[in-house]
């Protein structure tokens, strides 16, 4: 029996049991291939085909102990269910085998962990054994009835080892579902259980103490009704408690408390674990008393909650998670909102208490969860009788009560710097969703915030739950999807572990996608909503929106690396960036130009004049800044004189500068904007390899045919918005602004109001005059974007290359009239 099976093999079926919840196809070839290699009978006489199998299945629950056992369940469900009906019950037969066959090894390796040599291998293949038939009992624990008795031993292991604790809450987790299924177990048995639970919870730690408590509720409550026996524990914890809140009041820096701190700390779990499974305020355990216990735990353990030391109120809020599972209604006590919510909203509060109240209230939700879905099974057989289902509803309204009071908290929650903290939050949200608690529409931005944590076991729990509602919910996703969009901002805001560097919104790997990718793919394919949701983002870069600077360099990001598939979609927001240029561009100039200060020779004009702008000027301005400000054009155009044409119009604003750097800094900061957008769609025209021509016929009315051709992408085309991402981590906005600083402001300046004179060509001029507007707005392009000149590629037909129109490489015109 020793004769281990083949790591390849149990490597191959660990990850082919983990697709059991997959797409149909393939469920039903993993329920297929594991019916044939596991869950087929096995004739009798061939024992050493049944060990293999026993080793087998124990070395793929033993190699899943880390990542969980839901797929064995999954498929253990999958295959019972589908021979229900059945008169042959292969399946079944095969269960009873494996489970009689398991209890076999189990004595066997007993015996041999006398022996010093193999004794780690078999207390390892003693603790899969077990575990396996835990898996067993949850589905299906008749099948451990009989062997009740042969498992009981086993609560009396001598505990020196990680593996010992394993198999003493394992079976005791086999025992609570499997003692209550026996008929007229002998009262013997049942006493030396009661006796076994009570040394072990008395003895060891949290692990220990929850499940046997969690097996005493069951033995207790549902078979032998032995009540004092439980009470009188309760009262050795609960007088122990009561007497060093005593102690603590009266001295809180007694040398007795901190010489008593263990017996606090177990005592605040026990009471707590204990009201967990018996409601200590019926007659059969208080008898005639009017004291009202749950109301007396509930002081006792909030008094400790205010204790200095943070283990003591990690251990009180932990017995208050427990005893809300028997008494949701204490959830709505004063003192308890104000706990739970100050805790969880506080940015200083500790990590551990915020995860442990996260922790209570996903237990209580999962708790929940099983009692309406054994109350379901009830009411389906008894439903002629009497209306479970009903109860079921009264208990879910208690819920949904309870989470509407803690929700925003709990949604805050994913703006935290730990991962674990966000872990918990959102284990909390979908438990809260998959019970229809709230209404679904007011996560969804949260949950499209989360599909950018960098973790991915959460970015594809949060999509899942988008998937969920979308399926449920038309609309809602679209609905959210820029709030969303920003709210994601905020969560990479929080998760930056180095501030100076600016938030982006694609992934740091190779595959650069877009931190929302999910979301876009999800909206792409309704044409409609799509629209509005990309001209909203482009709508965030209008000058009069106000966005922050690193924001519209996070939605810029997303913008650059969506996972678009058609034509259609980059043109699109090219077609509205050259709109928000001409509106914003337009603005930024005309602002820039009311700051300055006007020839102090001049100032006696009439204010009129000195407020009109054209490129005939009206003598209003000195003539160094009537030089500057005339379109480049209309200058002699001489190259070798080009660069100190630049430096004089640079000199010539210079003296206009106010001395007030205000209005500079206000042009270098709204610039942004602008910048990431010529940025933008110089990004998206390189890597889908469009004409100038192409990006200018497009008209967003046309029929969706015409541009639905799939997008032939380039590789290795980057987004960096070199102008952007200096101006963050020089922190311009708040820094002192030097002489050489303005120079550049100034120069940028000027490449914008270049830019703007040639964004919308003339139609009448001439090829010549066109070729030179066109040249204007690529060097100011190449200046604007930082160096190196916009790449010239080649057009995508042969149509567009023998249209005859500019194919520059700079941004193109409005679509002309």
Not at 207 to 215: D, E, G, I, R
Not at 299 to 313: A, C, G, N, P, R
Not at 381 to 404: C, R, T
Not at 431 to 455: K, R
Request: hydrophobic share 35%; net charge negative.
């Amino acid at each position: 029996i020793e004769q281990p099976t083949f790591p390849k093999i149990t490597e191959m079926c660990v990850k082919m049991i983990r697709r059991v919840n997959d797409e149909e196809g393939i469920k039903k070839l993993v329920n297929e291939t594991f019916q044939k290699l596991w869950f087929t009978p096995t004739p009798h006489h061939d024992k050493e085909a049944m060990t293999r199998k026993i080793l087998n299945i124990t070395d793929v629950v033993a190699a899943c102990r880390d990542t969980g056992y839901d797929w064995f369940e999954q498929l253990l469900q999958n295959l019972l269910k589908s021979e229900e009906d059945a008169s042959y019950k292969p399946v079944k037969k095969a269960c009873t085998q494996l489970v009689d066959n398991l209890v076999e090894h189990i004595l066997k390796y007993e015996e041999s962990l006398s022996d010093s040599d193999n004794k780690g291998v078999n207390s390892g293949r003693l603790v899969a054994c077990i575990t396996t038939l835990f898996l067993f009992s949850k589905i299906r624990p008749q099948l451990m009835v009989k062997h009740a008795m042969t498992m009981q031993p086993y609560l009396t292991t001598k505990c020196s080892t990680q593996n010992d604790f394993m198999v003493i809450c394992n079976v005791a987790k086999i025992l609570e579902l499997v003692v209550p299924l026996m008929e007229h177990p002998s009262e013997t048995f049942l006493a030396t259980i009661e006796e076994d639970l009570m040394k072990l919870i008395i003895k060891y730690g949290m692990t220990v103490v929850q499940h046997c408590v969690s097996c005493l509720g069951a033995v207790v409550n549902k078979v032998t009704q032995n009540y004092k026996f439980v009470w009188s524990c309760f009262n050795r914890y609960y007088g122990a408690l009561s007497k060093l809140k005593s102690q603590h009041q009266e001295d809180p820096n007694s040398t007795i408390l901190t010489a008593n701190k263990p017996a606090l700390l177990r005592s605040l779990f026990t009471v707590g674990a204990l009201c967990r499974h018996f409601d200590f305020d019926q007659e059969d355990f208080k008898g005639n008393s009017k004291v009202n216990i749950k109301d007396k735990v509930l002081e006792l353990l909030m008094y400790f909650t205010k204790h200095s030391d943070e283990e003591v109120q990690t251990k009180a809020i932990i017995g208050l998670g427990f005893a809300f599972i028997q008494h949701p209604s204490l959830m709505f006590e004063q003192e308890v909102k104000t706990l739970y919510n100050s805790i969880l909203s506080d940015k200083n509060c500790s990590v551990n208490l915020k995860i442990q109240v996260l922790k209570n209230l996903q237990t209580y939700l999962q708790e929940e969860d099983t009692r309406m879905q054994q109350a379901d099974r009830d009411w389906k057989k008894v439903a002629k009788q009497e209306d479970l289902k009903e109860m079921g509803d009264i208990s879910s309204g208690m819920s949904s009560s309870i989470m509407q009071l803690y929700l925003k908290q709990v949604l805050e929650a994913f703006f935290h710097t730990q991962s674990s903290v966000r872990h918990f939050a959102l284990n909390v949200i979908a438990l809260t969703l998959n019970q229809g608690l709230i209404h679904p529409v007011q996560c969804v931005p949260y949950l499209i915030a989360m599909g950018t944590d960098p973790e991915p076991s959460m970015r594809n729990k949060a999509d899942q739950q988008l998937v969920e509602i979308d399926k449920k919910y038309a609309g809602f996703i679209h609905m959210k999807a820029v709030a969303g969009m920003k709210m994601s901002y905020q969560v990479q805001q929080a998760i930056n572990t180095c501030p100076k560097d600016p938030v982006r919104g694609f992934r740091h790997d190779e595959s650069s996608s877009a931190l929302c990718s999910h979301l876009y793919s999800m909206i792409r394919g309704n044409r409609q909503h799509r629209r509005a949701f990309l001209i909203s983002l482009l709508n965030l870069f209008d000058d009069t929106a106000k966005t922050e600077v690193n924001m519209l360099l996070y939605i810029a990001d997303n913008l650059a690396c969506f996972p678009y598939q058609t034509q259609e979609e980059p043109l699109f927001i090219m077609h509205h960036i050259d709109i928000t240029l001409s509106v914003s561009g337009s603005n930024l100039l005309q602002s820039f130009k009311e700051s300055m200060v006007k020839d102090k020779k001049k100032e006696r004009k009439p204010s009129s004049d000195e407020e009109t702008e054209s490129d005939s000027n009206s003598g209003s301005e000195s003539e160094s800044e009537e030089e500057a400000s005339k379109p480049r054009r209309l200058r002699k155009r001489v190259d070798s004189d080009s660069d100190s044409d630049e430096e004089n119009d640079i000199n010539a604003v210079m003296k206009c500068l106010p001395e007030n750097s205000a209005p500079l800094i206000e042009f270098a900061n709204v610039s942004q904007g602008i910048l990431l957008l010529l940025m933008l769609k110089q990004h998206l025209k390189n890597l889908c390899g469009f004409s100038d021509s192409k990006i200018q016929k497009y008209s967003p009315s046309e029929s969706a045919k015409v541009y639905d051709k799939a997008i032939n992408r380039k590789t290795g085309v980057h987004f960096h918005p070199k102008q952007t991402l200096d101006f963050l981590r020089s922190d311009m906005a708040n820094s002192k602004i030097t002489e050489e600083v303005k120079r550049s402001i100034v120069k940028q300046y000027l490449d914008f109001k270049l830019l703007m004179e040639h964004l919308d060509p003339d139609e009448e001029e001439e090829d010549g005059e066109v070729s030179a507007s066109t040249n204007a707005r690529n060097k100011a392009i190449t200046s604007l974007l930082g160096g190196g000149s916009p790449k010239n590629n080649a057009a995508e037909t042969e149509d567009d290359e023998s249209d005859g129109e500019d194919r520059g490489g700079g941004t193109s015109g409005v679509r002309r009239r």
